[in-house]
């Protein structure tokens, strides 16, 4: 219980430092609303850039600003949206789901196809299985996902001839033709994920089974199957579990440019919009919901040890 | 000058627009010389036009905001097209026609313009448009707390009386081609007086436009129906529209290919991808989008317009072309090849082909025999701007000046240019990479940068053109389209002379459509103002 107090309070002051650092960091990009509005081409007086700021409260020093926002995160006030007006909250909520979503899916994607794979290229004997998942490791390890999503599009609409709905439908609305949008920027983002999972489950399973537990468990006369499932790899999850934590916190960034590439009105793509149009607003909320999750899977992870392996308690 | 709809008429831009339809199958005709290659601008037609159905179209970029009045920037423009509409518009031969206003005159030496309303308009919302709406409308932009970015095409405008419901007078300072800003759209639309106090006009909007706005999720979609009580019967043909926002191109090919939308803006890499594709037309024309780099003449070696000519002269325009917009385009000075009849023959321009060793010459005169150092800033979000400072920045080599290429986000850039024009280029950098898009007039495209007074004349702070001002000055005068293109026609030669810009090529519109898809007309503006004349087959 003191463990969990002082880690919500370390918790607290992490996001608080993330909190200014994303402030100060969004400031400090060259060009703000203003410059967009204009571009290179328009023209804005003195007086109308003037006009321009104080309407965003742009005026006000920075650490006023600072303030004001965190007052109103506190009171449950995102702020506005300088682009469309709307409140931040309400456009938060709605792209919210579409992110949730995608991620969820891909972990699930990730779990079921890293993990079985990893653990029959850890017993398999042949070589060409263990070249095989070398050769794809080093390739997933090494491409990027938007590249992998550009090169799915093609094949799809090239080879197949196949492109899902484009205007998005949510899974309640119609589950089959979601899950057919949903196809390809999972497998995208999934495609370099789970690599990394075949290796460390792979490496992982392969230290435990050369344990002495495994051969006593052999030596028991256990099943083949049940020294792998139940000794092997529930002991070898705890680095595996430790990458899945880790590589959702960079499925965020991974959602970010895959959305925009297939058009999935989600967070990412927000973001990355906000930034590009200086909508300070927009861009501060998004990566604090970023950070508060990154923050909650981290703990999530690692309440999940102790049920995992029961040796580890923490003080 | 009365004016009226039915009636060709002649002066001020109106004319010229006409001859700029005609000027514009003779830009395509000199483009076969530069060894490109480019379709009619308008779609094939069969059969006649049928109401129904609904096109999914692709947008390239998210639209910044819907407000016809501030949320002036081109891809909010081609989202709130549809919805709004000003006192004039432009046909498909590019001749500014009426729109809201049914007739104009001009009196009093070019300085008041009398317009007659079109009686019977309405609103999306049933309301009749009036006088009252544009006096409104034209108030808010002219407003300095409304900060709208495109105010300096209408700040001409002293004041606005409302004379009866259907007429309104606009009195101005001095002469200026009003009717080509109502045209042209940015900050001209027309909404209802008291529109923008009642909704967030950022993603609302009520108009007199072809079509309605149903919904607007940013990032994702634009969906739009029909009016039903469009005064322009038996417009629009189409039940509706829905933009989506596709910025990744492969994805708009594939969209395209897999038949899930039935038009897009495509770059000519892309249109190479859909080339003999069945039952998808590729479009191509030049249109008003001019690349080029903006220098800053107030620092050394840069002031010197030996200097700057000797730069330009080193460096192949159709390789620029061949290697930045693979062979879309066409050589452009000033005023962008294809825009009306304003602007030079791409084929009497200077420096087609490189002249390496008059270069060296030039740089050896002005006092630079072994070259120098000199910076040019891009923005990737142009791929085509970096690859055409990249051409230069190699062909530069061979007169001995070395270019760094700096590449920023285009955020950064445009703060930074923006920087530079504030500070008369005191601030910022020395040469830009950008372009010009399409602007009302002629005017456009020269006097805010070149004159000596002009908005964004960075470089003419304390050096201005006093020839280039006094032609500038003498066209906004005179309403007579042949002498206003003489004297265009002089000031970009003296331009293209002192090199305070360096200007490339005018780039073509590439637009894919289904053949689905029919009526489809290219305008030189790149808008898609004629999806309202399409209907699906």
């Given amino acids: 219980m003191r463990y969990l107090a002082r880690r919500a309070l370390w918790t607290v002051v992490a996001l608080l430092g993330v909190s200014v650092l994303i402030f100060l960091l969004v400031r400090l990009l060259p060009g703000n609303i203003v410059d967009i509005i204009a571009g290179t081409e328009g023209q804005l007086s003195r007086e109308q850039r003037t006009a321009v700021l104080r309407e965003f409260g742009l005026d006000r020093p920075v650490p006023v600003q600072y303030a004001l926002w965190l007052r109103g995160m506190l009171r449950g006030d995102l702020g506005w949206s300088f682009r469309s007006g709307q409140p931040v909250a309400q456009l938060l909520v709605s792209r919210l789901p579409v992110t949730i979503e995608l991620a969820l899916l891909t972990v699930l994607g990730v779990t079921l196809v890293g993990i079985p794979l990893g653990v029959l290229a850890s017993v398999s004997r042949s070589m060409r299985v263990k070249t095989g998942v070398q050769i794809v490791g080093l390739l997933g390890l090494s491409v990027p996902s938007f590249w992998i999503a550009v090169l799915l599009i093609i094949t799809a609409s090239h080879l197949f001839g196949w492109l899902p709905a484009l205007i998005f439908v949510s899974p309640w609305s119609d589950p089959w033709v979601n899950l057919q949008q949903m196809f390809l920027p999972v497998l995208s983002l999934a495609l370099g994920l789970s690599v990394v999972v075949v290796r460390m489950t792979r490496s992982s399973m392969l230290e435990v089974l050369g344990q002495d537990f495994v051969k006593v468990a052999r030596a028991k006369g256990l099943s083949a199957r049940a020294v792998l499932l139940r000794h092997a790899l529930r002991n070898a999850l705890i680095p595996i579990v430790t990458v899945l934590g880790l590589q959702m916190g960079y499925l965020l960034g991974g959602v970010v440019i895959t959305e925009q590439i297939f058009g999935l009105p989600g967070l990412g793509w927000t973001l990355l919009n906000g930034v590009y149009q200086r909508d300070y607003p927009v861009v501060q909320a998004t990566v604090m919901l970023f950070a508060v999750t990154f923050v909650v899977i981290n703990l999530g992870v690692d309440l999940l040890y102790t049920y995992l392996d029961p040796r580890i308690r923490y003080e | ?537």
């Fill in chain 2, 1 to 537: 000058m009365a004016r009226t709809g039915s009636e060709s008429d002649r002066g001020l831009t109106r004319r010229g627009l006409l001859g700029g339809g005609l000027a514009l199958g003779g830009g395509l005709a000199g483009l076969e010389l530069f060894g490109a290659t480019a379709r009619p601008a308008r779609a094939q037609t069969t059969g006649s036009p049928r109401h129904g159905g609904t096109v999914i179209a692709a947008a390239e970029i998210d639209p910044i905001a819907l407000d016809p009045h501030t949320g002036s920037n081109f891809s909010s423009v081609q989202a709130y097209d549809h919805m709004y509409e000003s006192l004039t518009m432009y046909d498909e031969k590019t001749n500014i026609v009426p729109a809201l206003a049914q007739s104009w005159e001009i009196t009093n030496g070019g300085k008041t313009y009398t317009f007659k309303l079109r009686p019977n308009v309405k609103f999306h919302n049933g309301q009749t448009m009036t006088a009252d709406d544009v006096k409104y409308s034209i108030d808010r932009v002219l407003d300095p707390k409304t900060a709208s970015p495109w105010v300096s095409w209408l700040n001409a405008i002293k004041e606005i009386k409302v004379v009866d419901p259907l007429t309104v007078q606009m009195n101005l300072d001095a002469p200026y081609p009003l009717v080509g800003s109502f045209a042209g759209m940015r900050a001209a639309g027309i909404i209802p007086k008291g529109l923008a106090e009642k909704e967030n006009l950022k993603i609302r909007g009520i108009g007199t436009g072809p079509f309605k706005l149903v919904e607007y999720v940013p990032q994702d979609r634009i969906v739009y129906a029909r009016h039903a009580d469009y005064w322009d019967k038996p417009l629009p043909y189409l039940d509706g529209m829905t933009f989506k926002v596709l910025t990744e191109e492969n994805a708009r090919i594939a969209a395209l290919r897999a038949g899930q939308i039935q038009y897009a803006f495509l770059s000519a890499q892309g249109a190479a991808q859909l080339e003999g594709a069945p039952g998808i037309t590729v479009a191509k024309s030049p249109f008003a989008w001019v690349v080029l780099h903006y220098i800053n003449v107030l620092n050394k070696p840069l002031s010197d317009a030996r200097v700057r000519r000797a730069m330009r002269m080193a460096v192949d325009t159709n390789e620029v072309i061949q290697k930045a917009a693979f062979g879309a385009a066409v050589p452009s000075g000033p005023v962008p090849t294809g825009y009306g009849d304003w602007y030079l023959d791409p084929k009497t321009l200077p420096y087609l082909k490189a002249d390496v060793e008059g270069a060296k010459k030039l740089l050896a005169e002005a006092g630079y025999p072994n070259g120098f150092k000199v910076e040019i800033k891009c923005s990737p979000q142009y791929p085509e701007f970096v690859a055409a400072t990249l051409v230069i920045q190699e062909s530069l080599k061979k007169i001995g000046v070395d270019v760094t290429v700096t590449q920023m986000e285009w955020g950064a850039f445009v703060a930074e240019n923006a920087k530079s024009n504030r500070s008369c280029g005191k601030e910022g950098s020395d040469v830009y990479s950008s372009a010009n898009t399409f602007r009302p007039d002629p005017d456009g495209f020269l006097y805010s940068y070149f004159h000596s007074k002009g908005d964004l004349n960075k470089g003419g702070c304390d050096r201005p053109y006093p020839r280039v001002d006094a032609l500038l000055v003498e066209a906004r005068q005179s309403s007579n389209h042949a002498e206003r293109r003489r004297l265009y026609h002089e000031a970009q030669r003296i331009l293209l002379e002192e090199s305070p810009n360096w200007w490339w090529y005018a780039k073509f519109n590439i637009e894919a459509v289904s053949s689905k898809v029919q009526g489809y007309a290219q305008s030189f503006t790149g808008r898609r103002l004629f999806l309202k004349k399409t209907w699906l087959a």
